[in-house]
C-alpha cells in the first residue's frame, strides 16, 4: 500500500434531506461522482419546481471528472444528471433499467451528446482511478446496485438505496456471500443508506404486498380498481398486474411516466404484461367496472399527475364513483402528507371508496431497517462508516447502530451536505467544506437563488406595499404626493395603515430634503427604510416593499 495513499470524499447532497443525492470520490488525481438526484420541493417554496445539488466544486474541477455511476434509477439519485452532465459532460455508467429511466429524463431534456455505459450485475471494471464492482441490492426499483469502489487502502462500499428482501418478485436477490466476502478483503470505508435507521427490526418483504393486494381484489370482485403507485416500481406494477389478470381483469394504465417506464421495463423483460391484458384508458368504458384495473400515477399527490386529475375529475374520458376503489400503494414521502389528503378528500368526496397503507398493507418500504443495517454491517465490518441518504436523525440513529456493534467512535463520522472525510490507513477525519447550499430551480424563471425565493414567501405571508412619490430638487421639496397602496394584506383598517404609512414616509423625505440629499436612490432607501421601520414595528409585518422616489 503507497503509504501516501488517501481518499477523499465530499458530500454534495442527500445527507440531511431525503433527495438530491451526489457525492464525489477523488483519488490520484481523478474524480468519480455517484449519483446526481434531485429533490422537491415543500410547500412554502413557492414556484420552485426541483431542488437541485450545487455542481459549483465539480463544474471547478471537470477536467478531473471521469464519470458518473448511478446505484439506481429514482429520481433522488438521477433527477438532477442532465444539469450536471451540462456543463460535465462525462460517461455515465448504471444498470440497463437505471440508465434507460434517467436516459428517458434526458431526451425530453433535450441533452445529446452523452455516452451512456451499461453495466451487468457482479461486473468489476476501470472507472477512473477506480476498479469500480456493481453488487445487486434489492430495493423499490429493480436492477439496484451497491458500489463497491477498490483501492489500495481496501474497498469502499457505497450500499446504495437498498433493503434484504429475501423474497425479491424477481429473485434477484442481495449478493450477500459477496458482502461477506469483501468483508474479508478488507473494507476501508462503508457509506450506506439510513433512511429508516430508526424503525427497528425487517422491512416486509415486497411479495408481501402482492397478498394483501390479492384480498383487497378478491373482497371487491363487482368493483373497478384503480391502483396508484411510483411509475418506477416495476415490482409493485408486476404485483398488481398478476392479481388483477388472475382475477380476470384487463389493465389499463395511466399517467405518461407510467405509460413510459411501463414500456421500457417491458422491453427490457422485466416486467411481464401480455400484450391482450391490456386495454388503452380510453376504452375501459367498453368493460364492467369488475372486468378493469387502472394502474395510474400521483400516489403522492402531486397535482399534476393522474390521480389527482382522477380525484378532481379532470380526466376526460374517466370519472371515477361509487363504483370504484382506489388503492394507494404508496407511503407519503414527508413533505406530502398534505397534498396526499387532499386526493384522498376528493376521492371521497366523488364517493370513491380509498385504501391505503394505514388501512391494507398495501405498501412496503425499499429501505433496510436496523435489523437489516446489522446484517449489513455484519457482512462487512468496515473500519470506518459514514451514514448517507437521510435527514440528520436518521444518519445519527445509523452511526450509533454501528458504534453499537463495537466500531470505534473515532471512526464513524456523521457528515452533512458540504461536509468533506478523507480517508487514509490511519482512519477517516474531515478534511473541509465546499458549498453545498440548494439550488433551486424555476420550471419558468430557470434557475433561482435564495433572496427571489424569501421575497416570494414574504409576499405569500404578507403581501407588498407599493409607494411612490416625487421630489423638485432645487426647490428641495415633494412635489408630487407620496402614493401608498398595498395588495394582499391589509383589509379592514387599510384606510387606517395606509394613512400611517404615508405620513411617516413623509416625514422622513422631508426631514432627508433638509439635509441635503437629493438623490433619488437615497431618497428611495430613506423612505423604505421609514415605512420598512414603521410596519415592523407597530404592526408587526415585514411586506415586500416596492418605493420609488422621482428627482425632477
Ligand atoms: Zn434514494
Ligand atoms: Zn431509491
Same mark, same amino acid.
Given at each position: 500500500m503507497a503509504k501516501s495513499d488517501v481518499v477523499r470524499v465530499t458530500f454534495l447532497g442527500g445527507l440531511g434531506e431525503i433527495g438530491r443525492n451526489c457525492l464525489a470520490l477523488e483519488y490520484r488525481g481523478r474524480i468519480v461522482v455517484v449519483d446526481a438526484g434531485l429533490m422537491f420541493p415543500e410547500? !412554502?417554496?413557492?414556484?420552485? !419546481?426541483l431542488i437541485l445539488p450545487d455542481f459549483r466544486w465539480l463544474v471547478e474541477r471537470r477536467d478531473r471528472v471521469d464519470a458518473v455511476v448511478l446505484t439506481h434509477g429514482h429520481e433522488d439519485h438521477t433527477g438532477s444528471l442532465r444539469y450536471l452532465l451540462q456543463d460535465v459532460n462525462v460517461p455515465v455508467y448504471g444498470s440497463a433499467l437505471t440508465l434507460g429511466f434517467a436516459r428517458h429524463r434526458l431526451t425530453e431534456a433535450k441533452v445529446a451528446g452523452l455516452e451512456f455505459i451499461e453495466v451487468e450485475d457482479h461486473e468489476r471494471r476501470r472507472i477512473g482511478p477506480f476498479e469500480v464492482e456493481f453488487l445487486p441490492v434489492t430495493h423499490s426499483v429493480p436492477s439496484a446496485h451497491s458500489l463497491v469502489f477498490h483501492t489500495e487502502l481496501g474497498a469502499i462500499v457505497h450500499s446504495g438505496d437498498f433493503k434484504l428482501d429475501q423474497n425479491p418478485i424477481d429473485d434477484r436477490r442481495t449478493d450477500l456471500a459477496r458482502l461477506a466476502a469483501l468483508g474479508d478483503e478488507g473494507v476501508a470505508l462503508l457509506l450506506a443508506d439510513?433512511?429508516?435507521?430508526?424503525?427497528p427490526g425487517f422491512t416486509p418483504s415486497e411479495s408481501s404486498v402482492g397478498v394483501a393486494l390479492r384480498r383487497v381484489f378478491l373482497e371487491r370482485p363487482e368493483r373497478r380498481m384503480v391502483v396508484a403507485c411510483f411509475a418506477s416500481h416495476v415490482h409493485r406494477i408486476q404485483q398488481i398486474a398478476d392479481v388483477a389478470v388472475a382475477q380476470g381483469r384487463k389493465i389499463a394504465l395511466m399517467g405518461r411516466s407510467m405509460e413510459a417506464n411501463v414500456k421500457l421495463a417491458r422491453k427490457l423483460g422485466l416486467l411481464h404484461i401480455e400484450p391482450a391484458d391490456l386495454v388503452d384508458i380510453e376504452n375501459i368504458s367498453r368493460y364492467q367496472p369488475g372486468e378493469i384495473c387502472v394502474i395510474c400515477t400521483g400516489a403522492q399527490g402531486e397535482p399534476l399527475a393522474a390521480l389527482s386529475k382522477l380525484a378532481r375529475g379532470d380526466h376526460k374520458s374517466f370519472e371515477v364513483g361509487e363504483k370504484d376503489t382506489v388503492v394507494l400503494s404508496s407511503h407519503p414521502i414527508p413533505g406530502n402528507e398534505w397534498s396526499v389528503g387532499r386526493v384522498i378528500d376528493d376521492l371521497h368526496r366523488a364517493g370513491t371508496e380509498v385504501i391505503d397503507s394505514s388501512r391494507e398493507p398495501v405498501h412496503a418500504s425499499g429501505h433496510a431497517r436496523q435489523g437489516e443495517l446489522r446484517t449489513y454491517h455484519q457482512l462487512l465490518r468496515p473500519r470506518n462508516f459514514v451514514p448517507v441518504h437521510g435527514e440528520y436523525r436518521h444518519m445519527v440513529h445509523h452511526a450509533r447502530l454501528a458504534e453499537g456493534m463495537g466500531?470505534?467512535?473515532?471512526?464513524v463520522i456523521v457528515c452533512e451536505d458540504g461536509d468533506q472525510i478523507e480517508l487514509s490507513a490511519a482512519g477517516i477525519r474531515r478534511c473541509g467544506q465546499v458549498p453545498a447550499g440548494f439550488h433551486y430551480i424555476d420550471g419558468t424563471a430557470g434557475d433561482l437563488d435564495e433572496r427571489p425565493l424569501e421575497e416570494r414567501r414574504m409576499l405569500a405571508e404578507f403581501g407588498v406595499v407599493l409607494i411612490s412619490a416625487g421630489v423638485h430638487a432645487e426647490r428641495g421639496e415633494i412635489s408630487q404626493a407620496v402614493r401608498v397602496s398595498t395588495r394582499g394584506w391589509f383589509e379592514g383598517d387599510d384606510h387606517q395603515v395606509v394613512t400611517h404609512i404615508t405620513e411617516t414616509v413623509r416625514e422622513a423625505l422631508d426631514e432627508a430634503l433638509r439635509d441635503g440629499v437629493r438623490d433619488d436612490g437615497a431618497l428611495s432607501k430613506v423612505a423604505q427604510r421609514a415605512a420598512g421601520r414603521l410596519l415592523g414595528q407597530r404592526y408587526r409585518r415585514q411586506p415586500v416593499l416596492l418605493v420609488s422616489v422621482a428627482v425632477i
Open positions: 410547500p !412554502d417554496m413557492y414556484g420552485v !419546481d439510513s433512511t429508516n435507521a430508526e424503525e466500531l470505534d467512535p473515532r471512526h
